[in-house]
């Protein structure tokens, strides 16, 4: 909390990062039984603090890798929510053109780089977005966000040595939410320590309460600090949960509902804003002003996707063949990209 109190407005900004997170990905839920949104839809709700907390601690320069559950990452890296709901509906003017939907949200100007569906596969990912910077005399770090589940994946040792290897500036950030899908940690995995995991590979490790906004940013400071001088990777642990199934075709039959009202205890949401009141940085017209003006966004964002257009019929086939004329004149290079 010593952050928050010396500059008021660091636990504001963080507190209204994971309300826009929330209230998005509410309404995402709405929307999805709605049948407005279709395909697979992985929710974030619970895990806010993660991502705002060490999106905080990023510069505009560096990469960010996510999962599936991107939705707030994409938001708090800047894509607008607008762009963000348009692709869950499937629209031209979401950040992939519809083409991507909810697991694949990219946006190359703001280096997020996806989005990826496969478990465990943003982390050779990263290690290669890290290694170019290198190459190219880039000063920027790649942040990888990656789940639980992915610790038991090849990609997972594979990337951890050739980071520590050859000297790449990754942030590795495990959200340890204790489930991959629906088995628990302990079921699968026989080491369920994961920074020893990581630390086998001769890597800086440290853990935060990953439900806690304020200890997930003064722990992803430290951590990216540490990336820039050394130009080395570290390992971020944030132990966290979701609330939520782990998607909206999961019947959640795996967790007991006790344990889940247990976690709603720990509320990242509530509990910083509880931090915030009792040191006098935050008043009731203060935390509703956030809300509303998370909940208009949300609102604006909704109309733009739905007044949005599809993708013309005589385009679908554009980035995916080789457009026949091509084939035919001996053009490898014509891929039809716009």
Not at 23 to 47: N, P, Q, S, V
Not at 272 to 284: T, V
Not at 294 to 320: I, K, Q, R, W
Request: proline share 4%.
């Amino acid at each position: 909390m010593v952050d928050a109190m010396q500059d008021p407005n660091v636990g504001v900004r963080l507190l209204a990062d994971m309300l826009r997170v929330r209230l998005m990905e509410e309404k995402c839920a709405e929307l999805y039984g709605a049948t407005k949104i279709r395909g697979f839809l992985h929710l974030y709700i619970g895990e806010e603090a993660c991502a705002s907390g060490v999106l905080a601690a990023l510069g505009p320069q560096d990469n960010v890798v996510a999962t599936y559950r991107e939705h707030g990452h994409a938001l708090l890296r800047g894509i607008p929510m607008s762009a963000i709901m348009a692709e869950m509906f499937g629209k031209e003017s979401g950040c992939a053109h519809g083409r991507g939907g909810s697991m694949h949200l990219f946006d190359a100007s703001r280096r997020f780089y996806g989005g990826t569906a496969i478990v465990g596969s943003g982390l050779p990912l990263a290690v290669g977005l890290a290694l170019a910077d290198v190459m190219q005399g880039r000063d920027g770090i790649t942040a990888c966000f990656f789940g639980d589940g992915a610790s038991a994946e090849g990609a997972f040792h594979e990337s951890l040595n050739l980071a520590a290897l050859w000297r790449l500036p990754v942030l590795f950030v495990c959200e340890n939410n204790l489930y991959a899908m629906g088995t628990a940690l302990h079921r699968a995995q026989s080491q369920t320590d994961l920074c020893a995991k990581a630390a086998a590979y001769e890597l800086p490790t440290s853990s935060a309460d990953g439900m806690d906004a304020l200890a997930v940013r003064a722990a992803a400071v430290e951590a990216v600090e540490g990336v820039r001088a050394d130009r080395g990777p570290r390992f971020l642990e944030l132990r966290t949960y979701r609330f939520r199934a782990h998607s909206m075709f999961d019947p959640d039959l795996y967790r007991d509902k006790s344990e889940i009202e247990a976690w709603k205890l720990r509320d990242p949401i509530p509990a910083l804003a509880a931090q915030l009141r009792e040191h006098g940085l935050l008043d009731e017209a203060g935390y509703a002003a956030l809300e509303a003006a998370a909940a208009a966004e949300v609102a604006d964002a909704v109309a733009f996707a739905e007044g949005a257009s599809l993708e013309p019929v005589a385009t679908l086939l554009d980035n995916v063949t080789t457009p026949v004329a091509a084939v035919a004149a001996g053009d490898g290079d014509a891929g039809g990209a716009r």
